[in-house]
């Protein structure tokens, strides 16, 4: 079984301060690791993810991600946020030897000027 | 959105009217994918296909059906078994980087 949770429905933080959307996972054996993020009425855009090697993923945008096997979690960061970076946010994760990904409820980031 | 297209962008259905979403990639991917989305749900994974003449039912697939005749595309019917069907539906496809890419989407309608 493979489970995903973002225990944030909405996160807020002005332009310029740095933003985290937090992940945590529940998976049998190695987690593939996803975020994908979604603008109004689009579809989902891939933003990075987490297979293997270097615990600290940089993908598109300037967001990056950090793996923590300890504490089950692949929280979402970025240096600086932009308005442009209002959006809906979702991790996923898949065992390894799963055919299927399991997507989080996602997390609405809303970033003030 | 990449390769991926979907038509059409919104839907609008008759109650008790079978519909088809349509979805294609050109992408060259084995896997396709279909989810619904309902707000505050996150994607709920309803069919998918690794390869042609092959699917297999997620965890919503009461009220769908599918068929993978070809490489290139996987349409979904949305019957009148399906009660609640007014969503957002999402196709993905998925090649050899174990990531899964998504169209734009169709917003589908009952009236």
């Known amino acids: 079984a493979q489970s995903v949770a973002q225990p944030e429905d909405q996160v807020n933080v002005a332009e310029g301060n740095p933003l985290t959307v937090k992940c945590t996972y529940s998976v049998s054996g190695n987690p593939y690791l996803f975020w994908y993020v979604q603008y109004p009425n689009r579809g989902l855009q891939f933003l990075l993810k987490?297979?293997?090697?270097?615990?600290l993923v940089k993908g598109s945008y300037g967001f990056e991600a950090e793996f923590n096997k300890s504490q089950t979690s692949f929280h979402l960061k970025k240096p600086s946020a932009l308005v442009s970076d209002s959006a809906l946010y979702f991790c996923?994760?898949?065992?390894?030897?799963?055919?299927?990904?399991?997507f989080g409820k996602g997390t609405m980031l809303l970033v003030s000027p | 959105d990449g390769g991926i297209t979907q038509s059409p962008k919104y839907l609008f259905r008759k109650e008790g009217q079978n519909v088809t979403l349509s979805c294609e990639q050109n992408?060259?991917?084995?896997?396709m994918y279909w989810y619904r989305q309902d707000p505050g749900q996150g994607l709920r994974l309803i069919y998918y296909?690794?390869?042609?003449?092959?699917?297999q039912k997620g965890d919503i697939a009461e009220g769908y059906s599918v068929s993978r005749e070809k490489k290139e595309s996987f349409p979904l019917t949305v019957t009148s078994a399906q009660k609640n069907p007014t969503a957002f539906y999402l196709c993905a496809s998925g090649g050899g980087d174990d990531t899964q890419y998504f169209g734009p989407g169709t917003r589908l309608t009952v009236l």
């Open positions: 296909s690794q390869i042609v003449n092959d699917f």
């Open positions: 996923a994760v898949r065992a390894s030897g799963y055919s299927t990904l399991t």
């Open positions: 987490y297979i293997t090697g270097d615990n």
């Open positions: 992408l060259n991917h084995d896997a």
